[in-house]
């Protein structure tokens, strides 16, 4: 149980082409979703948290406009990379909680966007 | 502000050997604590878990314990595997803006050779 799949897997933009990665619990709801972002050799960094059915709260310094985040369903958060330039370039991942109230996160394989 | 800081990496250890990864944090309050294992081309699986001091997570021969005084949670296991290659994060959870966050280390890379 508690599984989580991204997609794509990986996927390569040209500069300035926006690109939408998909982050789906399949096997609960989840009304909390989190977005990372992961810089090699570094640790993750927590990018946003994403809400079903509200706004996205953003971490500071995340450029809200940048990172579109929508979770429309208790199923499915998705993080938009408008107008991706290369310093975008990196490795997104998502997690979700099984319980609300709960601490314990569960992970996305991972999502590496190369933009051109 | 809280933060993880783990040893550096990789380490690399023969097969059998005993392992310790270094885990220490500091936080206000009381956060919970938490091991990651990311297999190659995986995404990160709950190892193991404490929410409170002296608590021992421990799970696959992995152990970990909760150690307020000493502000740590280092893993240790005593006979690790070819298959236990990967890349260890170590995490707190804390309260924030009405709702728990992470906060992970740099992760270590463990590579175990037969």
């Known amino acids: 149980g508690a599984v989580v799949s991204q997609h794509p897997s990986r996927v390569i933009c040209k500069s300035g082409t926006s690109v939408k990665i998909e982050c789906r619990s399949l096997d609960f709801q989840a009304t909390t979703m989190f977005w990372y972002r992961q810089f090699p050799k570094k640790s993750l960094m927590l990018m946003a948290t994403?809400?079903?059915?509200?706004?996205?709260?953003?971490e500071q310094g995340v450029e809200k406009d940048k990172f579109l985040i929508n979770h429309a369903s208790l199923t499915l958060s998705t993080l938009t990379v408008t107008s991706a330039h290369p310093e975008d370039s990196s490795f997104y991942i998502c997690s979700a909680r099984t319980d609300p109230l709960g601490e314990t996160q569960y992970f996305g394989p991972g999502t590496r966007l190369l933009v051109l | 502000g809280n933060s993880v800081t783990q040893m550096e990496g990789p380490v690399t250890l023969s097969e059998e050997a005993f392992l310790t990864i270094n885990c220490t944090y500091t936080?206000?309050?009381?956060?919970?604590l938490f091991w990651y294992v990311q297999y190659p081309g995986e995404g990160l699986q709950l190892l193991l878990k404490?929410?409170?001091?002296?608590d021992k997570g421990s799970n696959k021969g992995f152990e970990a314990t909760y150690r307020k005084e000493t502000t740590s949670f280092h893993l240790e296991k005593g006979s690790v595997q070819v298959s236990d290659s990967a890349v260890y994060f170590c995490?707190?959870?804390?309260?924030?803006?009405?709702?728990?966050?992470?906060?992970f280390g740099t992760g270590t890379r463990l590579k175990v050779l037969a």
């Open positions: 404490a929410t409170k001091a002296d």
């Open positions: 994403s809400n079903e059915g509200s706004k996205a709260t953003y």
């Open positions: 936080a206000t309050g009381y956060p919970s």
């Open positions: 995490a707190l959870s804390s309260r924030g803006s009405g709702t728990y966050k992470y906060i």
